[in-house]
Each structure stands twice: as C-alpha cells, then as structure tokens.
Nanobody, 118 residues
C-alpha cells in the first residue's frame, strides 16, 4: 500500500485547508484510514480515523472543526480543516491499516506541513 498526501500549506488562524490522501497498491487489504499529526517537540497524535464500514473518530481538539471523508471511487481520504488555530500547526501524516495473511500492517504517507499563523 502506498499513500500520497497533499494539501498542506500556510493559512491564517480561522482559515481552512483540505488535506487529501490517495491510496494505491493493495488497497483491498485496507480496513481503516486516518490522519495523524506531529508538532515540533511533541509526539505524533491521532487527528481522525475511520474504519471502513464502521465508525469515525476525532481527537477532542479537532472535533467540530475537522471533517474526515472518504471517496471510494478514487481511493481518496480527505480531511477538511476549518477554523484552524495556531495549535493545529504540525506535520500531518496519512495512515492506513491493512490486513494481510492475518497480520496487521501500518502504512504511512509522506508528511504534509500545515502552518497556522496567528
């Protein structure tokens, strides 16, 4: 599974950005996808994730501002980020969980930088 992320950039507080992640390769093995982020000096944390055919979860810090959506036709996961705050500044990583031969595998896309200015 390969993941290609895009959509980061610089935005003022209160603005919006949309991140996109396109999955390719053994996509039939994927059972969940999501976004994580890592701010300077901090650990990587979950932003939002969705289990295919199941639930979507959001970090408390982004619930109500960020929306995760999946487009099956083109194997794309979007993260719509509204009302951005300086605290949202981080490198955002797309993640996919896959099941192959009864083993779980984690896949990561390259990070995309989101910078929110105050």
């Amino acid at each position: 599974v390969q993941l290609q992320a895009s959509g980061g950039g610089l935005v003022q507080a209160g603005g919006s950005l949309r991140l996109s992640c396109v999955a390719s390769g053994s996509i039939s093995e994927i059972y969940a996808m999501g976004w994580f982020r890592q701010a300077p000096g901090k650990e990587r944390e979950l932003v939002a994730s969705t289990r295919f055919g199941g639930t979507t979860v959001y970090a408390d810090s982004v619930r109500g501002r960020f929306t995760l959506s999946r487009v099956n036709a083109d194997n794309t996961l979007h993260l719509q980020m509204n009302s951005l705050e300086p605290g949202d500044t981080a490198v955002y990583y797309c993640n996919a969980g896959a099941l192959r031969d009864l083993n779980y595998h984690d896949y990561w896309g390259q990070g995309t930088l989101v910078t929110v200015s105050s």
